[in-house]
């Protein structure tokens, strides 16, 4: 039975986090578009998931440092949680200059 990947490039974990990034990179301006086009009430409520998502990522990540900080900061397997993090702050900061234009001055 198939699980879907068969298309999906395979990465090496030490590469995970750049993969992230790029991604990041290249959602930025879609996300920007979709922002816009939508009301201020959902650009909030973009805003408080993306930023509760994020805090678990990152408590996530930091309880993993607080037990082995080596391991968590340069073992190739948690790069995938370092790139999710990178992800993540760069969805919530987008969100969040998003709503900056709701509020008035």
Do not use: K
């Amino acid at each position: 039975m198939s699980d879907g990947n068969e298309l999906a490039p395979g990465f090496e974990p030490e590469y995970l986090q750049w993969a992230a990034l790029a991604i990041a990179d290249a959602w930025t301006e879609h996300d920007e578009l979709a922002l816009a086009g939508v009301t201020a009430e959902q650009r909030r409520a973009q805003r408080d998931a993306r930023g509760t998502l994020y805090t678990f990522i990152a408590q996530y990540r930091n309880a993993s440092m607080d037990h082995d900080e080596q391991a968590t900061c340069h073992a190739p397997e948690w790069q995938v949680v370092a790139g999710m993090t990178d992800l993540l702050a760069q969805m919530l900061a987008t969100a969040e200059a998003a709503c900056s234009h709701d509020e008035p001055d």
